[in-house]
C-alpha cells in the first residue's frame, strides 16, 4: 500500500511538471485549467498521503511510537514531517485555490489580444500575467513536495532500518 501511495502521488506531482512546462498562450485557458486540474489531483494525492502515512498505526506510528519521549530521534523525526506535511498542505491548497480564482479573469468567449484595450482585453492581460506568477509558486511547491518525498522516503527506510537492527541486537 506504502509503495501505490508513493507512486501515484509521484505520478501525479510529474503530471504536474508536465503541465507546467506546456505553452502558455495569451487568450486561451488551457494552459490554466490544465495546471489546475493537475494541481487538484495533486492536493488529492498529497491528502491521501498525509491520511495514510499519519493514520493511527499507519508508517508513522509503527517507526516511532506516540508514547515515546519526544525527545528520541525517531518521535522528532516523525514531528518533523507531520509539521512538513501540514506546510505543504496549506501551500497546495493555497496555491490551487490562487489558480482558481485566477481563471475568473479570463472572461468566456472573448477575443483578446495584447493589444486589446477593452474592459475584458485589460482582465485577460492581467490574468496572464498572474498565472506567470503563479507558475513559479506552482514550480516551487512542486519542488518542495518532491524533495519532501524523496526525504520522507529516505527518512523511514533509515528508521525502519534502525529498528530492525534494534529489534535483532535484543534477539540475539
Do not use: K
Amino acid at each position: 500500500m506504502q509503495q501505490s501511495s508513493d507512486s501515484t502521488f509521484a505520478f501525479v506531482l510529474e503530471h504536474l511538471r508536465w503541465s507546467l512546462d506546456q505553452p502558455m498562450v495569451f487568450g486561451e485557458r488551457h494552459w490554466a485549467t490544465r495546471v489546475l486540474r493537475a494541481l487538484e489531483r495533486v492536493t488529492e494525492a498529497l491528502d491521501h498521503h498525509i491520511q495514510f502515512q499519519e493514520a493511527s498505526d499507519g508508517p508513522f506510528d509503527q517507526l516511532a511510537d506516540p508514547g515515546l519521549l519526544p525527545f528520541t530521534p525517531e518521535v522528532q523525526h516523525i514531528a518533523w514531517l507531520r509539521a512538513s506535511h501540514q506546510r505543504l498542505r496549506a501551500q497546495l491548497h493555497g496555491i490551487t485555490a490562487q489558480f482558481r480564482d485566477a481563471l475568473l479573469y479570463f472572461p468566456a468567449g472573448v477575443e483578446a489580444s495584447p493589444g486589446n484595450a477593452t474592459e475584458e482585453g485589460l482582465q485577460e492581460v492581467r490574468a496572464f500575467r498572474l498565472f506567470g506568477v503563479l507558475e513559479q509558486c506552482a514550480r516551487d511547491v512542486a519542488t518542495q513536495l518532491h524533495q519532501h518525498l524523496v526525504l520522507e522516503t529516505s527518512l523511514l527506510r533509515d528508521l525502519n532500518l534502525e529498528r530492525l537492527s534494534v529489534d535483532a541486537g535484543r534477539a540475539g
